[in-house]
Antibody, heavy 119, light 110 residues
Framework: EVQLVESGGGLVKPGGSLRLSCAAS????????MNWVRQAPGKGLEWVSS????????YYADSVKGRFSISRDNAKNSLYLQMNSLRVEDTAVYYC????????????WGQGTLVTVSS | QSVLTQPPSVSAAPGQKVTISCSGS????????VSWYQQLPGTAPKLLFY???ERPSGIPDRFSGSKSGTSATLGITGLQTGDEADYYC???????????FGGGTKLTVL
């Protein structure tokens, strides 16, 4: 059974940093691209970042470029999102999602981890 | 303002049919696959359709997906109260090199 479990969310002050993790199981992790998608309270889905299966290519939304960094450790079946210079508007539930690269859909999602940026 | 445009809400009575549109451009929907997601209240999104009109196993055939040019459409027939959810379209944008979601459509089954 495919499982994605996010962790690392919490309360942080503006300007602070946080590192999210996503533990994957039940599939060959190094065969899939992975993504982070966020959802601010009461708002819609926003794509944040993507990393290819090998980790060689990374993509970011303009809203987080230069502040967030996506990475993965295929030996540990884990995905990460390093978030620096956090802003109030980064407050959201952050989901990790598995991507099927040939047809580009997100076929499995984690349950999400809440990041709250507030003074 | 999302690059992919969806109606904010749609509604219909149980047993009726609704369609949800998703409008984009040649750099996104026009040249990439579209997927659809259902998000029930308080839960993570769930894949409803991929590759424009392919249904994952377990999704009933009351749901349909299609794409034409730079627009895509999700259809739901035989509406049930359990279909009440937010629905999102998604795709990739080749010129911006970013993933995209529509703004979401809230379905109310009256």
């Amino acid at each position: 059974e495919v499982q994605l479990v996010e962790s690392g969310g919490g309360l942080v002050k503006p300007g602070g940093s946080l590192r999210l993790s996503c533990a994957a199981s039940g599939f060959t992790f190094n065969a899939y691209a992975m993504n982070w998608v966020r959802q601010a309270p009461g708002k819609g889905l926003e794509w944040v970042s993507s990393i290819t299966n090998s980790g060689s290519d990374k993509y970011y939304a303009d809203s987080v470029k230069g502040r967030f960094s996506i990475s993965r450790d295929n030996a540990k079946n884990s995905l990460y999102l390093q978030m620096n210079s956090l802003r109030v508007e980064d407050t959201a539930v952050y989901y990790c999602a598995r991507e099927v690269q040939t047809t580009e859909e997100f076929d499995y999602w984690g349950q999400g981890t809440l990041v709250t940026v507030s003074s | 303002q999302s690059v992919l445009t969806q109606p904010p809400s749609v509604s219909a009575a149980p047993g009726q049919k609704v369609t949800i549109s998703c409008s984009g451009s040649s750099s996104n929907i026009g040249n990439n696959y579209v997927s659809w997601y259902q998000q029930l209240p308080g839960t993570a999104p769930k894949l409803l359709f991929y590759a424009n009109n392919e249904r994952p196993s377990g999704i009933p055939d009351r749901f349909s997906g299609s794409k034409s040019g730079t627009s895509a459409t999700l259809g739901i027939t035989g509406l049930q109260t359990g279909d009440e959810a937010d629905y999102y379209c998604g795709t990739w944008d080749n010129s911006l090199n970013i993933g995209l979601f529509g703004g979401g459509t809230k379905l109310t089954v009256l």
